[in-house]
């Protein structure tokens, strides 16, 4: 195929998006900031999204500071001299994609209510916490503000009156929002007493441009039988109370209440909940159950399962796929473990209701829990989303574009992040490079100024990625960047013994430059974030602790707090080091395993 032809391609199927993203109903995916951290394949970044897939995209979480203004949370989400930031990672996703919006939410389960309460009812606070935030907002290039507040009137730190603040709160954002055209949308709770307590839903309505309804989380570890969290459907033995926790209940009760359809949002999850058994072949919905399973390798949290991780157990002899068709849902198990989880057949009723009921779109929770490498279902990337996407519109979603058409801008890369310049295409053996499987390797003879990335070991798709770092850095096998060489040691010892050969045949990797122009930034630390809120103490430590960072960057528990505080070292033997102090809100302890604040028993050693 010539030149022409493929071009003339190219623009018919970005026509065909940008008509599809007029047309389509809304597809909000939220992107959680932690997932940053999670090892492996299972490493998300801002990288990973396809800027094609959703019609909005909400990045997960900022925080609340001082009860009246917005704050980054992750120490890498805003840009410096010397990195790119995650924030502007993913609004450059929209130089891809000019339809494309993207919001920030605010909150989450594990900031608690409190920050919240504090701030409306508090009316200096309010106010400034409203006029700040369309600050943030353009300062940020966010395209909207998504109030993640759980929740509203109930749980610690809340109030009854915050129900009515929370319109207030609404009404005022949405009059400071409007002049500068920035979308407001709201994460509710849709639990009935939670609803009650929570939401004048007729009125919030009116202030809100989407009502994303949490219709995932109905059930759980924390209850004593097996229970699906995305049921459909109820069963004729739930009680009164169990009749209500179903995604049908939920819509009719928001309808009942006054909201507008058209802009209800179905909440969508690429997740499952996962049950210990309490005896093997007890695995029907309902039946008794005795706490989480355990945490997998790549999500590392009970009770949690990404939908890749499922695929990964759905590969084992040892575990059976069955389908409720009373709830209208998919489960798994093993003779230990329980997995309520959505495939295509179970969201497929989901997105029928969707067009029954006349509601706007769906909300999905979160991108980096679906197969976005394509690495566990063999399905191809996003299975999950691509599924929604096409059956949400009836079918008539255009095809993704195959690599961006509008390369994102580059910056000047120097000291901590990688000049991701590709080395010039040679004759490489994948099966010579890559022996000791995927990951960054030291290229021979480059004095670790050269280093490269074998992606997809084992499989057709076998990759090599070529990177070199600029200036005078040298590859840090411990923080798998580009580093200064008085911070890192030039360690050569995970090179292959056998070089290649120069008969070595050249189909065997793909020589083309990863997606991102930052594949290899300071954030492929080995350090690892808990994906909880956490309340500042407004502490922050220039240079290195010797003391509190003699096991160099990581979260550690503070000694002498009982597990409620903890801090994280960062950037340690480099001239960017610190020190952040966190404590956990309510009465959570800080979870080493885990890494996040959880009710556990305190754990320092």
């Known amino acids: 195929?010539?030149?022409?032809?493929?071009?003339?391609?190219?623009?018919?199927?970005?026509?065909?998006?940008?008509?599809?993203?007029?047309?389509?109903?809304?597809?909000?995916?939220?992107?959680?900031?932690?997932?940053?951290?999670?090892?492996?394949?299972?490493?998300?970044?801002?990288?990973?999204?396809?800027?094609?897939?959703?019609?909005?995209?909400?990045?997960?979480?900022?925080?609340?500071?001082?009860?009246?203004?917005?704050?980054?949370?992750?120490?890498?989400?805003?840009?410096?001299?010397?990195?790119?930031?995650?924030?502007?990672?993913?609004?450059?996703?929209?130089?891809?994609?000019?339809?494309?919006?993207?919001?920030?939410?605010?909150?989450?389960?594990?900031?608690?209510?409190?920050?919240?309460?504090?701030?409306?009812?508090?009316?200096?606070?309010?106010?400034?916490?409203?006029?700040?935030s369309v600050e943030f907002l353009n300062q940020n290039?966010?395209?909207?503000?998504?109030?993640?507040?759980?929740?509203?009137?109930?749980?610690?730190?809340?109030?009854?009156?915050?129900?009515?603040?929370?319109?207030?709160?609404?009404?005022?954002?949405?009059?400071?929002?409007?002049?500068?055209?920035?979308?407001?949308?709201?994460?509710?709770?849709?639990?009935?007493s939670t609803a009650e307590s929570g939401y004048e839903i007729e009125k919030i309505t009116k202030y809100l441009d989407f009502i994303n309804l949490m219709t995932y989380d109905l059930h759980g570890a924390?209850?004593?039988?097996?229970?699906?969290?995305?049921?459909?459907?109820?069963?004729?033995?739930?009680?009164?109370?169990?009749?209500?926790?179903?995604?049908?209940?939920?819509?009719?009760?928001?309808?009942?209440?006054?909201?507008?359809?058209?802009?209800?949002?179905?909440?969508?999850?690429?997740?499952?909940?996962?049950?210990?058994?309490?005896?093997?072949?007890?695995?029907?919905?309902?039946?008794?159950?005795?706490?989480?399973?355990?945490?997998?390798?790549?999500?590392?949290?009970?009770?949690?399962?990404?939908?890749?991780?499922?695929?990964?157990?759905?590969?084992?002899?040892?575990?059976?796929?069955?389908?409720?068709?009373?709830?209208?849902?998919?489960?798994?198990?093993?003779?230990?473990?329980?997995?309520?989880?959505?495939?295509?057949?179970?969201l497929q009723h989901k997105i029928d209701l969707i067009g029954q009921k006349g509601l706007g779109g769906a909300m999905l929770w979160a991108l980096d829990f679906d197969d976005f490498n394509g690495y566990f279902c063999n399905r191809g990337k996003y299975p999950l989303v691509n599924f929604i996407r096409n059956q949400l519109n009836g079918g008539k979603a255009p095809p993704i574009p195959s690599e961006p058409i509008i390369p994102v801008e580059t910056t000047n890369v120097t000291q901590q992040t990688i000049d991701t310049t590709k080395l010039p295409a040679v004759n490489v053996d994948v099966q010579t490079y890559c022996t000791n499987g995927n990951g960054y390797y030291i290229k021979p003879n480059t004095n670790c100024q050269e280093f490269y990335l074998c992606a997809n070991y084992g499989t057709t798709d076998a990759t090599i990625y070529y990177f070199k770092c600029s200036n005078n850095l040298i590859f840090d096998k411990n923080t798998q960047g580009c580093n200064y060489a008085s911070a890192a040691k030039c360690d050569d010892s995970n090179i292959p013994a056998v070089q290649p050969s120069s008969t070595a045949k050249s189909t065997t990797a793909k020589t083309s430059k990863p997606a991102s122009s930052t594949a290899a930034t300071a954030e492929t630390t080995k350090i690892i974030q808990p994906d909880t809120t956490k309340e500042d103490t407004g502490t922050e430590q220039e240079g290195n602790d010797d003391d509190l960072c003699s096991n160099g960057n990581g979260y550690f528990i503070k000694k002498g707090t009982d597990c409620r505080e903890y801090y994280f070292c960062a950037f340690v033997g480099t001239k960017f080091s610190r020190v952040y102090n966190y404590k956990c809100p309510n009465e959570l302890k800080f979870n080493k395993l885990s890494r996040k604040c959880e009710y556990v028993d305190c754990n320092s050693e």
Request: charged share 25%; net charge negative.
């Open 1 to 132: 195929m010539n030149l022409s032809n493929r071009l003339c391609i190219v623009f018919f199927i970005l026509y065909l998006n940008a008509e599809f993203l007029r047309s389509t109903k809304p597809l909000v995916c939220y992107h959680t900031n932690w997932s940053q951290y999670r090892p492996g394949q299972g490493k998300f970044t801002p990288d990973n999204i396809d800027p094609f897939l959703c019609t909005h995209i909400i990045y997960a979480f900022a925080k609340i500071e001082n009860f009246d203004h917005l704050e980054p949370f992750e120490w890498n989400d805003l840009s410096t001299d010397w990195m790119k930031g995650m924030y502007e990672r993913t609004t450059d996703l929209k130089k891809r994609n000019k339809d494309l919006k993207i919001l920030i939410a605010v909150g989450g389960w594990n900031a608690g209510s409190e920050p919240f309460s504090n701030m409306v009812r508090n009316e200096a606070n309010r106010k400034k916490f409203v006029t700040t």
């Open 222 to 346: 924390w209850d004593p039988f097996l229970g699906h969290h995305t049921a459909l459907e109820r069963r004729e033995d739930e009680n009164e109370v169990q009749a209500k926790l179903n995604i049908h209940w939920v819509i009719d009760y928001w309808l009942t209440k006054g909201a507008d359809p058209e802009k209800m949002l179905l909440g969508l999850a690429l997740y499952g909940r996962s049950f210990t058994l309490s005896q093997p072949g007890q695995v029907n919905l309902g039946q008794p159950a005795k706490g989480p399973s355990t945490a997998q390798p790549y999500t590392r949290s009970e009770g949690i399962f990404s939908y890749y991780e499922v695929c990964d157990k759905l590969k084992l002899p040892s575990w059976t796929l069955a389908y409720s068709d009373v709830q209208k849902v998919s489960y798994c198990y093993s003779n230990t473990e329980w997995i309520g989880f959505d495939t295509t057949d179970s």
């Open 141 to 192: 290039k966010f395209d909207g503000l998504d109030i993640d507040w759980e929740y509203p009137g109930s749980r610690d730190g809340s109030h009854p009156e915050d129900k009515q603040l929370f319109t207030t709160l609404l009404k005022e954002l949405k009059e400071a929002f409007t002049p500068y055209n920035l979308l407001l949308t709201a994460a509710v709770g849709v639990g009935e």
